[in-house]
T-cell receptor, first 112, second 113 residues
Framework: DAGITQSPRHKVTETGTPVTLRCHQT?????MYWYRQDPGHGLRLIHY???????DKGEVSDGYSVSRSKTEDFLLTLESATSSQTSVYFC???????????FGSGTRLTVV | QQQVKQSPQSLIVQKGGISIINCAYE??????FPWYQQFPGKGPALLIA?????SEKKEGRFTISFNKSAKQFSLHIMDSQPGDSATYFC????????????FGKGTKLSVKP
């Protein structure tokens, strides 16, 4: 998607290992979000950021941490991955002027 | 007060028919109601959005109807096409600078040729 990229696209990791997902934007937007998508649950907010070093928790933040040291990068870390964190993770930026969210293409994470 | 309830979970419509997806929200302070369309393997993409000061918004074959008193809004897809087959999410939140959205659980639409 234009202006926002996620890496990696796919990852398989073992239970108990730390994992970091990256979201990079070229739009210079202030607000960035991490969601997880699971069948039957839709999209649920994990953490969001409203500026460099300014972050806050969402609905399902347990087991996750985030960091934003630069406007363009928002990192999501699973401190000790569990099987319940197997999911598709989406990063989003919020455009002003009624443009809504722009989502990245997602990271499919499997914890075995 | 933060839930958004979406129905149906899945929907099968014949080509040329009308697809209708409904959502209900609880928080009367919400002022931004978007719909997103998601194809397999892709991120959701903004389809159409409405503010509570209007009761209807139309963009091509897609229409949002909004009922503020009932706290409900719906997506109508006219002349549904096989290319419309996707998962649709409604959302509600604050459309100002913050933009935090609460999403419904999604509706998988299949349009049969």
């Amino acid at each position: 998607d234009a202006g926002i990229t996620q890496s990696p696209r796919h990852k398989v990791t073992e239970t108990g290992t730390p994992v970091t997902l990256r979201c990079h934007q070229t739009e210079n937007h202030r607000y960035m979000y991490w969601y997880r998508q699971d069948p039957g649950h839709g999209l649920r907010l994990i953490h969001y950021s409203y500026g460099v070093k300014d972050t806050d928790k969402g609905e399902v933040s347990d087991g996750y941490s985030v960091s934003r040291s630069k406007t363009e990068d928002f990192l999501l870390t699973l401190e000790s991955a569990t099987s319940s964190q197997t999911s598709v993770y989406f990063c989003a930026i919020f455009g002003t002027g009624g443009n809504g969210y722009t989502f990245g293409s997602g990271t499919r994470l499997t914890v075995v | 007060q933060q839930q958004v309830k979406q129905s149906p979970q899945s929907l099968i419509v014949q080509k040329g028919g009308i697809s209708i997806i409904n959502c209900a929200y609880e928080n009367t302070a919400f002022d931004y109601f978007p719909w997103y369309q998601q194809f397999p393997g892709k991120g959701p993409a903004l389809l159409i959005a409405i503010r509570p000061d209007v009761s209807e918004k139309k963009e091509g074959r897609f229409t949002i109807s909004f009922n503020k008193s009932a706290k409900q809004f719906s997506l109508h897809i006219m002349d549904s096409q096989p290319g419309d087959s996707a998962t649709y999410f409604c959302a509600a939140g604050y459309g100002g600078s913050q933009g935090n959205l609460i999403f419904g659980k999604g509706t998988k639409l299949s349009v049969k040729p």
